[in-house]
């Protein structure tokens, strides 16, 4: 995913797991957190329906290291629902507070610059022939 640098899963237990990531993402320090997400999934008309969401969960994870700030406040969510044969409509969510001291405009647009990358980087995932096999 776009400007992550790590990304562990320490804990996976039903229908949740808890994950830390490490951001490194232009013009700004490194950013880490621990989330807990949980995913549901449910059968629909036209196929299944997929939602995680997550908060953070920072007491769980690995200890803050020095020079990386940590945030505090990381919550959202994607909805993927099936929106016609071979087609998924996908919605993402995020309430987050990045730290720190940035101007907003730099997170505003830092903010809309990562999730276009966000969703060009799922549809090129979605294209790897290694995953194929999961539909």
């Given at each position: 995913?776009?400007?992550?640098?790590?990304?562990?899963?320490?804990?996976?237990?039903?229908?949740?797991?808890?994950?830390?990531?490490?951001?490194?993402?232009?013009?700004?320090?490194?950013?880490?957190?621990?989330?807990?997400?949980?995913?549901?999934?449910?059968?629909?008309?036209?196929?299944?329906?997929?939602?995680?969401?997550?908060?953070?969960?920072?007491?769980?994870?690995?200890?803050?290291?020095?020079?990386?700030?940590?945030?505090k406040?990381?919550?959202?969510?994607?909805?993927?629902e099936?929106?016609?044969?071979?087609?998924?409509?996908?919605?993402?969510?995020?309430?987050?507070?990045?730290?720190?001291?940035?101007?907003?405009?730099?997170?505003?647009?830092?903010?809309?610059?990562g999730?276009?990358?966000?969703?060009?980087?799922?549809?090129?995932?979605?294209?790897?022939?290694?995953?194929?096999?999961?539909?």
């Amino acid at each position: 995913m776009p400007y992550t640098v790590e990304c562990r899963i320490l804990k996976r237990e039903g229908d949740s797991m808890l994950a830390y990531q490490r951001i490194s993402a232009p013009l700004i320090s490194d950013r880490d957190y621990t989330l807990r997400v949980r995913t549901v999934e449910k059968k629909v008309a036209g196929g299944t329906s997929y939602v995680s969401r997550w908060e953070t969960a920072n007491a769980l994870g690995p200890a803050e290291k020095p020079g990386v700030v940590r945030v505090k406040l990381c919550e959202g969510g994607w909805a993927l629902e099936p929106s016609g044969p071979n087609t998924t409509h996908a919605t993402y969510t995020i309430y987050t507070d990045s730290g720190g001291v940035i101007p907003a405009f730099i997170k505003n647009t830092g903010s809309q610059v990562g999730i276009r990358k966000l969703f060009a980087a799922i549809r090129r995932q979605i294209l790897d022939p290694k995953y194929s096999a999961a539909k």
